[in-house]
T-cell receptor, first 114, second 110 residues
């Protein structure tokens, strides 16, 4: 069966540009998560969606980061005015209903800000 | 802020050796998960431990959850080159976000 997919797999942009990263969760999964993994570190939580709403966005580092999930399926992570420090792997995960259930991760989008 | 510390950060061993990876926290977690991550891929769940003192085995891998549910260990017996990868522990407090450790990068040489 299809797992979590993320596009693009790699993104190179220039400092100050705007980027969008897309996540397609496993079909039927109501919970969706975004994490960021810097080089040599473990993933860090960014935001969690339950359905269409952001139930917990406490991990977003600042107001340049924003995520949406308008129809409760696909999610887009948006980064404005990118900075070199935003370079990382952005991971998306989904789970059936949230509430401590197993999260299944996508392959990630590798973002490089020059 | 809940933190998980993993040790060692890096481990390079010969095929056939045994190893143990540790995951420690000052916080209590309702469950703790171990993931393995290959280059260019997302983390893949290996096991979830829930009960204090619980021990789970997955072929040559043995996972243990501390009695106080603050720490965990992963022991690999007779490591093989296919075990090479990044091992991550993650704590879950049923709050929907996972708190990950920094990872242990394991290399098993043939």
């Amino acid at each position: 069966g299809a797992g979590v997919s993320q596009t693009p797999s790699n993104k190179v942009t220039e400092k100050g540009k705007y980027v969008e990263l897309r996540c397609d969760p496993i079909s039927g999964h109501t919970a969706l998560y975004w994490y960021r993994q810097s080089l040599g570190q473990g993933p860090e939580f960014l935001i969690y969606f339950q359905g269409t709403g952001a139930a917990d966005d406490s991990g977003l580092p600042n107001d340049r980061f924003f995520a949406v999930r308008p129809e409760g399926s696909v999610s887009t992570l948006k980064i404005q005015r990118t900075e070199r420090g935003d370079s990382a792997v952005y991971l998306c995960a989904s789970s059936l209903n949230g509430f401590g259930e197993t999260q299944y991760f996508g392959p990630g989008t590798r973002l490089l800000v020059l | 802020t809940q933190l998980l510390e993993q040790s060692p950060q890096f481990l390079s061993i010969q095929e056939g050796e045994n190893l143990t990876v540790y995951c420690n926290s000052s916080s209590v977690f309702s469950s703790l998960q171990w993931y393995r991550q290959e280059p260019g891929e997302g983390p893949v769940l290996l096991v979830t431990v829930v009960t204090g003192g619980e021990v789970k085995k997955l072929k040559r891998l043995t996972f243990q959850f501390g009695d106080a549910r603050k720490d965990s260990s992963l022991h690999i017996t007779a490591a093989q080159p296919g075990d090479t990868g990044l091992y991550l522990c993650a704590g879950d407090n049923a709050g929907n976000m996972l708190t990950f450790g920094g990872g242990t990068r394991l290399m098993v040489k043939p």
